[in-house]
Structure formats: C-alpha cells, structure tokens
C-alpha cells in the first residue's frame, strides 16, 4: 500500500535556511485546501497504509481546515485508522492549549516538530519564531493530548557552534524522551537567504572535521540512549522508525504527493506538481491536476535503489540488485564497491552493502561511484 503526503506550503515567516515550496500569502490556505481535496477526489482510490501532513507549517491551518483534508482522505483513500502512522508536522509555538484540544478530534497519532536548537541565540538566527522554552511545553502539551509517538528535528554545524555546544543540544532532546529524532547539518541551499549571507561572507561554513566529529558524537549519545540509527540522520526508539519517511527510502513502496510542489512516485514514475499556489488552484479548479511525469528506465531505477537504500541501516540488498537486473549489473556493483570496502567506508554482510560510520561522512562520494551514468 501507499503513503500519503499532503504539502501545506504556509509559513507565518520563512526560515533563512530553507529551500522547501512555501509560502506566507496565509489569505490562500481555505482556497488551497479546497483544491487539495479536488486534487484528491482527481485521483484518489489508492489504499494507503501512512498519512504525512508535511511543509511549510500544517499547524498554520485552522482545526476545520484540517478536518475538511481528514474528511476528504476518508472519502478518496481506503485507510485503516487503527493501524495507520498518521503524521502531522508542527511548529512548537503553534502547539497551545487550544491547539491541542483541536488536536484531540483529529486521527493524528503521531507529530513531527522542527525544534531544530535549543539555543535562542541560534533559533534566532534561524529566524525560526519559537525559543527553546516552548519547544519543551509543546512536547509537554502534545503528551497531554495523548500524542505517544513525537518526533523532532535538530540541525548542526552553525556558524561558530562547537561540539560541546552541539552535545548540549542533544542532551537537551534527550531530556524529552521523545519517540524519534532527526538531525541535519545546516545546508546552505541557493537561493535560500543563508546561502547569500554565504556569498556575502558574512557566515562561514564549519569544516570537515568539526562535521564529523558533530556527527560521530550525535550518533554514539543517541544509540547509548537506546535509538536505532536506521537512516543516516534518523534515529528512532524500537518500533519508533517513521514509517511514511521509511517508504521514501524503498523503491518498491509507492507513494502520493498530493498539493503545490509535492511529489509522487508509482513504481514505473515520478510525478511533481507545479511549485506555484496560483497556478495550481487554477488547474485544479478546471479538472487538472498541474503535473510533470517522468519515466524512469532500468537505470534510473537502479540509481535510485543506490542513492536510497544505501541511507538506510539495512543498505543495498545484493539479491535484489541481481533479480531485478540480472548478474551483470551485480557485478558491477561489486566492483565499483571494491575500493570504498577496501576503505572500510562500506561493510559486505548478510548478502547487503552498507556503509560504515566513517563512509557515512563520505556517503556522496560512495553513492556517486556506485551509480550509473
């Protein structure tokens, strides 16, 4: 069965790191959902077995917004409610008391918050609207709605940030005892306004070694702490990982990217909607679902599986590589990991290539080698 994404593309502000479709016209969101839900009676018949609210900020939305989406996925998509993972991203300063009662009438069963740093000093300048204090009241408040499975973002590798600083926000996360924690270096994306601070020296990158040893510290002190590390910024407590993000990682799992800039994929070929409100309410509205297809070959396939599984604790299963593309193709896998084993930045075990902690850092350079031109 398929996951289902939803893109809420609204932002009470934009964050000066990110390159997502959003946007902060919020006299769009009732005109947006709408079209999301004729998007959905568009296509819709599809069972699916995950829903992720994703963003922008869902929690933009107002409780009747987000009942008239749940209504229409009722209606458009065969689910079973009482087995589905069904997330919805959030802004800590969104998660109030009101909020949360609204929470309550929704089949959410899972939340994903951008906490991104319980430092003030370096929320603000993320430009992100919340302190560190009410990332610790929203996780306070979604438990009280009966929320058990919370997931949260951080980011490292700011300008100026040490590891001692970065290892207190871990600990800080940790004090939470939240289900599931991903973590992300802060990328400077073109186009976003932290890559022109970038051009404009004004900020400065940290270098390789303060990266690795960031990111070797984030994946000791999560796994003392009892999560699997089973993606390469993902950690979860058993039986935690994220299903929906999980499917993005398995080029036999379909999934339905409903919404302005979202994506979708179906085994045969991927879909991206148009990156632009207006244009997508206007198709919508005349039936349309303002969309770019594009086949994949055997190739692109098999780039895929490389560039995805290869995330993932699990990695490459060799079996799998020789039948859906025969022993040649196996082969030459084999012989394009040879050098990165020798390396010891992959691991051949159990019929699987997987990389090691130290071929994590070098994941680019590896999945580079390893695909096909």
């Not at 940290?206 to 089973?230: C, F, P, Q, S, W």
């Not at 070959?297 to 599984?309: E, K, R």
Request: contains cysteine; proline residues 4%.
């Amino acid at each position: 069965m398929a996951g289902l994404y939803i893109h809420i593309p609204f932002c009470a502000r934009r964050c000066i790191y990110c390159g997502f479709f959003s946007t902060t016209l919020l006299s769009r969101r009732q005109d947006y959902v709408e079209a999301l839900c004729q998007e959905m009676r568009l296509r819709g018949g599809s069972p699916i077995e995950t829903i992720y609210l994703g963003g922008g900020t869902p929690s933009q939305l107002s409780p009747s917004q987000l009942h008239q989406l749940f209504d229409a996925i009722a209606i458009h998509y065969p689910c079973d409610y009482s087995q589905a993972e069904i997330t919805m991203e959030c802004n800590p300063d969104d998660v109030t008391a009101t909020f949360v009662q609204a929470l309550r009438t929704l089949p959410v069963n899972r939340v994903s918050m951008g906490i991104q740093s319980f430092s003030d000093e370096r929320l603000r300048f993320l430009h992100r609207r919340h302190d560190a204090r009410q990332c610790r009241e929203a996780v306070s408040l979604l438990r009280s709605a009966g929320i058990e499975n919370i997931s949260i973002d951080l980011m490292f590798g700011f300008p100026h940030q040490t590891p001692e600083q970065w290892e207190a926000d871990i600990d800080a996360a940790l004090r939470l005892n939240i289900e599931h924690l991903s973590a992300y270096s802060l990328m400077y994306e073109e186009g976003t306004p932290l890559y022109e601070m970038l051009e404009r020296n004004e900020v400065e990158e940290i270098d390789d070694e303060t990266y690795i040893i960031m990111y070797n510290t984030l994946v000791r002190k999560l796994r003392e702490a009892g999560y699997e590390h089973y993606e390469i910024s993902n950690f979860a407590r058993p039986g935690k990982r994220s299903r929906h993000n999980s499917n993005y990682w398995d080029w036999q799992k379909p999934y339905i990217g409903i919404g302005a800039g979202a994506h979708s994929y179906d085994l045969a070929g991927r879909q991206y909607n148009v990156e632009d409100i207006d244009q997508y309410i206007a198709a919508i509205g005349n039936g349309q679902v303002p969309a770019v297809r594009e086949e994949l070959s055997a190739t692109d396939h098999y780039n895929d599986i490389i560039t995805t599984a290869l995330r993932t604790s699990s990695g490459i299963s060799l079996p799998a590589i020789e039948q859906q593309f025969g022993i040649e193709t196996l082969e030459y896998l084999l012989d394009c990991s040879a050098p990165h084993l020798n390396r010891h930045w992959l691991v051949k075990e159990d019929n699987h290539l997987r990389l090691t902690l130290e071929g994590i850092a070098m994941s680019d350079t590896v999945m580079s080698d390893l695909t096909k031109i």
